[in-house]
């Protein structure tokens, strides 16, 4: 778990607890970079999805359970969530279903949620569809992690490949499993000023499908990188810094703002 209660850089005035929850097959620790660029006070749990579970996929429970673990236990301090891709799309699933009670003028950021719009499970292909976009957002993550792999596309394929392997039938159908069950959400129901944070190089989440998410939810911004891909916290986590800071003072919230 990557945990900056304690972080050196953080205002002290900024008492309030951030809880970031990360994507599948990914780690507390991928907001790390987020982390040490704010001065918000933010706690990164470990959620089962991670890879620190172990060397082989571990099955796990419905994700928004587990959302519910963390937040409940951070509910008299928490004046902030964000997520990012699966962890997004649980979060959904959570509110959704009311497992999760948050203020309703807690402030969220989604980043490159996992999420689908009604109707679209019906489409012929789906499957195949994103399981190649999830090879592509699994490149984009190695890449990140090392760029001097830009270029290296026969390493960059390998490590894919590796990742793949890793996660086997049963957790690409676990995570396929979280991503169709996010077009039953009824995002009318959340109540929460929602800032959404997409890249415009996202291979899982186009924009096209941010603008409609962003439709259905009643009080929300979308913001788009252009030139970003699936992994915004990580190729600029100063701006993703700076955005969730303006988020939560555009929404009041009582973190020294």
Known sequence: MKDATSNPGQDPRRSGLVVALHGFEDSGDSWEPFIDRTGLRVVAPDLPWSTTVGREFVAFGPPEESVKDVLDGSLADLTMVLAHSFG???????????????????????????????????????????????????????????????????TVDAMVSFVLKRIGAAGFDALYDGYLRTAD?????????????????????????????????????????????????????????????????????????
């Open 88 to 154: 997004a799309g649980a979060l959904l699933l959570a509110l959704d279903e009311g497992i999760v009670s948050l203020p309703p003028d807690l402030p969220l950021v989604l980043v490159c949620p996992l999420y689908l719009p009604p109707g679209a499970s019906d489409d012929a292909g789906l499957k195949e569809a994103f399981r190649e976009s999830l090879r592509s957002a699994l490149a984009q993550r190695v890449m990140q992690s090392s760029p001097r792999l830009l270029g290296d596309q026969v």
């Open 185 to 257: 959400v009824d995002l009318e129901v959340i109540e929460n000023p929602v800032l959404i944070v997409v890249g415009g190089c996202d291979p899982t989440f186009p924009v096209s499908r941010a603008r409609l998410l962003q439709e259905r939810l009643p009080r929300s911004l979308l913001l788009v990188g252009a030139e970003l891909g699936h992994f915004p916290h990580l190729a600029r986590p100063g701006l993703m810094a700076r955005a969730a800071e303006l988020w939560a003072v555009r929404n009041r919230t009582t973190i020294g703002v």
